[in-house]
T-cell receptor
Framework: AQKVTQAQTEISVVEKEDVTLDCVYETRDTTYYLFWYKQPPSGELVFLIRRNSFDEQNEISGRYSWNFQKSTSSFNFTITASQVVDSAVYFCAIDNQAGTALIFGKGTTLSVSS | GAGVSQSPSNKVTEKGKDVELRCDPISGHTALYWYRQSLGQGLEFLIYFQGNSAPDKSGLPSDRFSAERTGGSVSTLTIQRTQQEDSAVYLC?????????????FGPGTRLTVL
């Protein structure tokens, strides 16, 4: 069965620091999708990225970048020059075998102080 | 509407009572999901609806939980004989078809407190 592990429960950084959130997944599928979601203090989950298992290219979107490595079953997320507005809980997820739901990690709480 | 809406935003109930939680998905989204977010368990999948297909109920924790989706749009999650361990935030999401192929858009959730 699918499983996602986010070993970092909480991370605290000071503004402008770079921070990497780790995500390790388990699956027996050859085709799968990986996701990152952000949950700010307001509570609503916000989609950040979806990655197909066949696409191992790293992706950059502004200050955000993602490193997908199938060899280590990892899909890490880096925020460059962090800002206070980045403070949130970040969830990594994988779609289940049936493709009917997402299996989420426990989340990493990121606190960015000024 | 512009996004997924859920009602009520907060619900306080007494142990043993039944509750109904409502979800209005984004117009045109054929797939609808219910998840539960609690402190100890994180985000857990409950049930998935896709068009006229039989729902995937594999995540429902007990037979006290049920859900329906009428007319392929609005969904209601019903919890019968609520227990204190049912206290959680219940999140609804919708997407275009399958979970893996498409981004899921989440609603603001319903915070359920069982006294």
């Amino acid at each position: 069965a699918q499983k996602v592990t986010q070993a970092q429960t909480e991370i605290s950084v000071v503004e402008k620091e770079d921070v990497t959130l780790d995500c390790v997944y388990e699956t027996r599928d050859t085709t799968y999708y990986l996701f990152w979601y952000k949950q700010p203090p307001s509570g609503e989950l916000v989609f950040l990225i979806r990655r197909n298992s066949f696409d191992e290219q790293n992706e950059i979107s502004g200050r955000y970048s993602w490193n997908f490595q199938k060899s280590t079953s990892s899909f890490n997320f880096t925020i460059t020059a962090s800002q206070v507005v980045d403070s949130a809980v970040y969830f990594c997820a994988i779609d289940n075998q049936a493709g009917t739901a997402l299996i989420f990690g426990k989340g990493t709480t990121l606190s960015v102080s000024s | 509407g512009a996004g997924v809406s859920q009602s009520p935003s907060n619900k306080v109930t007494e142990k043993g009572k039944d509750v109904e939680l409502r979800c209005d998905p984004i117009s045109g989204h054929t797939a609808l999901y219910w998840y539960r977010q609690s402190l100890g368990q994180g985000l857990e999948f409950l049930i998935y609806f896709q068009g006229n297909s039989a729902p995937d109920k594999s995540g429902l924790p007990s037979d006290r939980f049920s859900a329906e989706r009428t007319g392929g749009s609005v969904s209601t999650l019903t919890i019968q004989r609520t227990q204190q361990e049912d206290s959680a935030v219940y999140l609804c999401a919708s997407s275009l078809e399958l979970a893996g192929d498409n981004e899921q858009f989440f609603g603001p959730g319903t915070r359920l407190t069982v006294l």
